[in-house]
């Protein structure tokens, strides 16, 4: 990390200056700053300091501007099945369980192979990046293929290491799966803009002995357990019925709660499970959108949020969406809380943008190195037009990003300090690329 230039020397040569309007850090707290900079060098935050102080004590090889436009770190999508983006819309207005064992199940038995993994997670990243997106958490067959795609469009993924009872094409048991995700893990250590997580599917799809084993490899290997729970109320009335207890209740019997459990949508939670996820030191991924789509229902994040469990928001798929758009959830978030807490001040604007940065690198173990736009962090940011005539004007740059702007106004996204997407398109490949991409397996899907 370079030093600041002392008094009077030459001011220190970094890799990049942006000066945009205003930035919002994260960290403090409630903070929104103008008249400010941001230096990076070597993928990271050098310092965050007064436009006319980042000009006397740099000299960067390149300055971008930024007026009217807002500066944040990079969004985090804290769950989605990326690859599912080639099913947008394929099974739309169903349940849950209908969704997946009519529709979803099906067609993932015939199509999905590396190839499909791949095309739609290459589809879905240059989606996230357009988005602000610069970090996704992802549950899903073959990540090594999604792996691949991620690398190539420069975005930061934690890749899950799936565990689920029934064969697939990826694999034959529970146990085929973790060996192959550990595998894969094992071979892709070396990249520092992949991650992992276990991520056995739900409670309802996995065994005790298999959780069992999971709980012991995530002490073992120190990563996050990432798992669909409380989803909705038919998961909760099977467990009564086949188990005696509620997921939670056998997951917490199994040694599963703790904080590296990251609790995917946990819509219908009693006041007891709030306390004990809490007590716990879990994390929760919020999928407002999802959630309201598949009339699962509206996670009691009010409730959540005051009694301090950590929580991000997540897409889910594009298969149940069907959008990867961060702005939505935060939206969705913040106005579902309000309503149904009857409380306007129930998670404000500056909480859901906490939400959708720190919130989520937070709950993925990765908070000393994304989330905020603190000096040493990686240099994970986006860039937001406040200025267009649509949408002014602005007095408050945090709640205009989470109840006016959308993911259109997205100028700007970097990843470690390099450029993913400008002007609203991606840096690493080619629009009509992506579109024959969608053209080949729209027809395979029809067919």
């Known amino acids: 990390m370079k030093p600041l230039a002392a008094p009077g020397a030459m001011p220190a040569e970094i890799d990049l200056l942006l000066r945009p309007e205003w930035i919002i850090p994260i960290e403090p707290a409630g903070v929104t700053l103008s008249g400010h900079a941001l230096a990076v060098s ?208 056998r997951l917490r019997r199994l040694g599963l709660l703790g904080p590296q459990l990251i609790a995917v949508h946990a ?51 594009a298969a149940s969406n069907n959008r990867l758009d961060l702005f939505h959830e935060m939206r969705h978030a913040a106005l579902l809380a309000k309503g149904t807490s009857q409380d306007a001040e129930a998670l404000g604007a500056h909480a859901t943008l906490r939400a959708a940065t720190l919130g989520g690198a937070r709950a993925l173990g990765l908070d000393r190195e994304i989330g905020s736009l603190l000096p040493g962090k990686a240099a994970d940011l986006c860039s937001v037009r406040l200025d267009e005539w649509l949408i002014r004007p602005c007095f408050d740059p945090d709640s205009h990003l989470v109840y006016v702007a959308g993911r259109e106004q997205v100028s700007h996204t970097w990843v470690a300090g390099r450029l993913a997407m400008s002007n609203g398109v991606p840096s690493q490949i080619n629009i009509s690329e992506l579109l024959d991409i969608t053209g080949l397996w729209h027809n395979l899907l029809r067919s």
């Open 267 to 317: 819509v219908h939670l009693d006041a007891g499970e709030i306390e004990l996820l809490a007590r716990e030191a879990c994390h929760l991924a919020h999928c407002p959108t999802s959630n309201l789509k598949l009339g699962s229902g509206i996670a009691p994040i009010s409730a959540i949020q005051s009694r301090g469990l950590n929580f991000g928001l997540g897409t889910d798929g």
């Open 42 to 249: 070597d993928g990271r935050i050098l310092a965050l300091l007064t436009t006319e102080e980042a000009m006397q004590h740099f000299r960067p090889r390149q300055t971008v501007d930024l007026p009217g436009e807002v500066l944040l770190p990079g969004l985090v999508n804290l769950h989605t099945h990326a690859a599912m983006s080639l099913l947008r819309g394929y099974a739309d207005d169903l349940p849950l369980m209908r969704w997946l064992s009519e529709r979803i199940w099906p067609a993932e038995s015939r199509h999905a192979t590396p190839d499909f993994v791949h095309a739609g997670t290459l589809l879905a990243c240059a989606e996230m990046l357009r988005g602000g997106i610069t970090t996704f958490n992802d549950m899903y067959f073959f990540p090594e293929a999604a792996a691949t795609a991620a690398t190539r469009l420069g975005m930061r993924a934690v890749l899950g290491i799936i565990a689920i009872e029934f064969p697939t094409h990826y694999a034959a048991d529970a146990d085929d799966y973790l060996a192959k995700g550990l595998a894969i893990r094992d071979t892709l250590s070396g990249n520092p803009l992949l991650g992992f997580c276990l991520a056995p599917h739900a409670p309802y799809t996995v065994a005790d002995k298999t959780f069992e084993k999971i709980a012991t490899l995530a002490a073992q290997l120190e990563i996050p357990i990432h798992m669909h729970v409380h989803e909705t109320l038919h998961e909760i009335e099977e467990s009564l019925t086949q188990r005696g207890v509620r997921p939670i209740e």
